[in-house]
């Protein structure tokens, strides 16, 4: 009878400085100590963009969580101070997201979640069930 070792779990939960560029470094190192180098590149680029916007539309704190599941897939979530769910994290499959205008100087980010992610979602955090108040968690997945 074979035995089956589930994959390393682990779960990490920061709380970000106000710059969108502090998500980049922890997400390398993570990902680096538990050999997950083959989605570093796309988890730190979508992770930046996620916290990025939650920066220029919420302006309040930020927290990132990174999550290994037991079936090898990566969950990274961002929590932001506003509640408002944009597209394409609504209802999967969500509203998608249409590309921004050539020479624009931004609105990728969101598309390219939906663009590089397999999985993504997000939900209002209206009454505060973390303790947090209002605001909203965007995640997706990477691997597999």
Do not use: I
Not at 12 to 37: C, E, K
Not at 95 to 107: H, I, L, S, T
Not at 109 to 134: F, I, K, N, T
Request: glycine share 14%.
């Amino acid at each position: 009878m074979a035995t089956v070792v589930p994959r390393d779990t682990w779960v990490y939960a920061l709380r970000l400085p106000h710059d969108p560029r502090a998500a980049r470094m922890p997400v390398r190192s993570v990902l680096d100590s538990h050999g997950r180098s083959e989605v570093l590149d796309a988890v730190q680029l979508l992770t930046s963009e996620l916290v990025t916007n939650a920066y220029l539309h919420a302006g309040g704190p930020v927290s990132l969580r990174l999550t290994a599941l037991a079936d090898g897939r990566l969950r990274v979530g961002v929590w932001g101070g506003h509640p408002r769910v944009p597209a394409p994290f609504g209802e999967p499959p969500g509203d998608r997201v249409p590309p921004a205008p050539a020479g624009a100087q931004g609105g990728r980010g969101r598309c390219l979640v939906q663009e590089y992610a397999p999985r993504w979602g997000g939900w209002s955090l209206e009454s505060g069930p973390l303790d947090r108040g209002a605001g909203k968690l965007l995640w997706f997945e990477a691997g597999l």
